[in-house]
């Protein structure tokens, strides 16, 4: 029999993961060494850090001016913007984003971080006020990090405030990752229908978020362990900000290849969009019914499969999750003749390890929990 050999990888795709794991191992062997010297003030190494890496976007430490320079806010330890004269207050109209440093984070200093991301997001920019750019989103939005150098706190408690915080806020208020060096991030991620791997995802601005045709995006508050490599997982937010700032703007990623960052996170909230723009937390009654089994319609043409449907409830007010299966549940089959291509349920095993979209495929997800809390689950970057 003859065998099928794998096809060759691509050389210039080799050679630029190779590249970026570079990048990557050189940015983390000198954040290691910056962040471990006590005697140097955070601020001062987290701009040393950047220094150089985001192509025509600077950092400095300082506050954020309103584009009429009425209200200023800070000082934060790091701000991202555009060009300009480097000093101690820097126009809303050009920065990216910022980041808020603490030596010790502890529950009361995140929710003053909280508290000063939700203004500076507050902040308008000049340049898309009368919206004559083709996507103001790519300018309105402003990066809200939060990075401490240690807490005594878990991510997972960490992650449990930001939770009771985000219920007294908007969306567009929440800082978009919480940071602590050594142990890891608590950040935002989406998946869209049909993809078994979780991005990341910077929150909606407001007045800017989607309306009327809510985009089928799920989004999730994911708890991602990091260890040394937990600042590559900053700059890599960073540089995918600015990236989208400035569009062609060419950067290192910062994340490839380095051992102590986690592929999987944790899930521990569910959102989706409502009509009206707002992502909503999902209840736990609709959590558990989300992952209840659903049937999976395949769509042939002939004998020959082409693809599937899955329904699913929309909830304007809340959203949906990665859904669980049990080990060996089956569906039974059914045809609905559509002329020439019909729509039918098959049997189809629920492995464990294969994640469920929209393609038939499963979620690797750890089971529902048996106690009172929120399920916490498993997904794969």
Known sequence: MAMTQEPSPDPSLVEAVRTQAGA??????????RLDEVDVDLPSALNELFEGRLGPFRTDAGEILSSDG??????????IYAGGNRGSSMSIDGVAGVIDAYEDLTLENLRTAYGRARQVKALTKKAVQGSGVADPTSIAMTLAIVFARRSSFSLDEISDEMSRLNLTMPAHAWPDMVAIDGKGVVNYATRVPGEDKLGDFILPVADHSPSGLAAPLHIYKVIRSA??????????LVAARVAIFAPGTVLDKFDTELDELSPNGVVNDAH???LRGELRLLSEADVVDEMLPTDVYGIVAGKKEVGSIRPTKYRPALSSVARFQSR???????????GRSSVNTRPRARSWRRPMMDTGRRSRVTPLSTNSSPPTRVHHF
């Open 24 to 33: 990557s191992r050189k940015l983390a062997a000198e954040a290691k060494q």
């Open 70 to 79: 009425s209200v200023r806010i800070g000082p934060f330890a790091v701000v």
């Open 227 to 236: 260890g040394r490599h937990t600042f590559n997982k900053v700059a890599a």
């Open 272 to 274: 989706q969009f409502n």
């Open 328 to 338: 060996g549940a089956f569906r039974a089959r059914t045809r609905v003749s559509t």
